[in-house]
């Protein structure tokens, strides 16, 4: 069946505009993980659904991020008036529930690039 | 908290040598640990998890790992490296406190030698 899918590929944006970044889970999956790869920081976690609800915000590196999932499917993660450090692949993970251990399926991640 | 270190950056191996990936990691409890790879261009791919029990773990690709709790390692190996296992590994452990999230290490990047 189909893997996690995330649009756009790539996004070339400059510094100040806003993006958005879009996760489509596999079928059936009620959590849904977004992750973030930098050269300096390495893979961090960002946030990550129940469902529609996101328990827990913390991991969101500042309040020009933010996150919404609806539909218990498709997800999107939007920055606002984007920085050159936020140049970095954002990665996106499904797992059939919210359960310790329950393995994770990530998608193919989009590459940003701020100027 | 929770933490994962992969001491090598960078590995190189010939094709047909023999594999060692090294993670460490520091948890209170007993831990979840994964190893995960990622090819250029690609999301990760799940090669093995290990949560209790038999403390060798065999994966896909023929990758196994072996859980120590007294040296606090969970180490992948391989005996027989193939050139399409050049890629970057990552070993993560999961947090029991912040649904599921998974905590990475820095990632060694593998290169194989013909």
């Known amino acids: 069946g189909a893997g996690v899918s995330q649009s756009p590929s790539n996004k070339v944006t400059e510094k100040g505009k806003d993006v958005e970044l879009r996760c489509d889970p596999i079928?059936?999956?009620?959590?849904l993980y977004w992750y973030r790869q930098s050269l300096g920081q390495g893979l961090e976690f960002l946030i990550y659904?129940?469902?529609?609800?996101?328990?827990?915000k913390s991991g969101l590196p500042s309040d020009r991020f933010s996150a919404e999932r609806t539909g218990g499917s498709v997800s999107t993660l939007t920055i606002q008036r984007t920085q050159q450090e936020d140049s970095a692949v954002y990665l996106c993970?499904?797992?059939?529930?919210?359960?310790?251990?329950?393995?994770?399926?990530f998608g193919p991640g989009t590459r940003l690039l701020v100027l | 908290a929770q933490s994962v270190t992969q001491p090598d950056i960078h590995i190189t191996v010939s094709e047909g040598a023999s594999l060692e990936l090294r993670c460490n990691y520091s948890?209170?409890?007993?831990?979840?640990l994964f190893w995960y790879v990622q090819s250029p261009g690609q999301g990760l791919q799940l090669l093995l998890k290990?949560?209790?029990?038999?403390?060798l773990v065999q994966g896909i690709k023929g990758f196994e790992a072996e859980f120590k709790r007294s040296q606090s390692s969970f180490n992948l190996r391989k005996p027989s490296v193939h050139w399409s296992d050049a890629a970057e590994y990552f070993c993560?452990?999961?947090?029991?406190?912040?649904?599921?999230?998974?905590?990475f290490g820095g990632g060694t990047r593998l290169m194989v030698k013909p």
């Open positions: 948890y209170g409890a007993t831990p979840y």
């Open positions: 290990y949560f209790s029990g038999d403390t």
């Open positions: 993560a452990v999961v947090s029991y406190n912040a649904g599921n999230m998974l905590t």
């Open positions: 079928s059936g999956h009620t959590a």
């Open positions: 993970a499904s797992s059939l529930q919210v359960r310790i251990g329950e393995t994770q399926y």
């Open positions: 659904f129940q469902g529609n609800s996101a328990p827990d």
